[in-house]
């Protein structure tokens, strides 16, 4: 059993980029495809699926070739939780990185956030 699924997810792009793999799988969950998403909408992993393996589901991550310094922070954690206001949203490392952040609204990055409004749990930082 994994207490941190998402830090679980975290580690291994993490790991898949350092040993060079062009893709990797992780167990499914909805919070896991929704930060995939996030990831793919701005360009740091190529793309996401959903595929069965036996009888569970996994997703299939498949990683950028020119991206091999993708740098992954767990912010909030189960033992943590870190939750920010709409108006103390900070830019990651200027502008070249972003949060990702679960709101009223579902996952979305920190630069969605701020333009909505929204406050809500920051969950890690990528950059």
Known sequence: ???????DLLTRIRNATKADHQDLTVPYS??????????????FI?????????QFKVL???????????????????????????????????????????TARGVMSTVEARKQNLGGELICEVY
């Open 46 to 54: 190529d793309k996401h699926n959903t595929e069965t393996e036996g």
């Open 1 to 7: 059993m994994n207490t941190d699924p998402i830090a």
């Open 60 to 102: 299939r991550v498949v990683l950028k070739e020119e991206r091999r310094n993708i740098n992954l922070k767990r912010v909030s954690s189960p033992g943590q939780r870190i939750y920010i206001k709409s108006g103390d949203i900070k830019r990651i490392k200027n502008g070249l990185g972003i949060g990702i952040m679960t």
């Open 30 to 43: 909805k919070i896991k495809e929704s930060v995939l998403k996030v990831l793919e909408q701005y360009g």
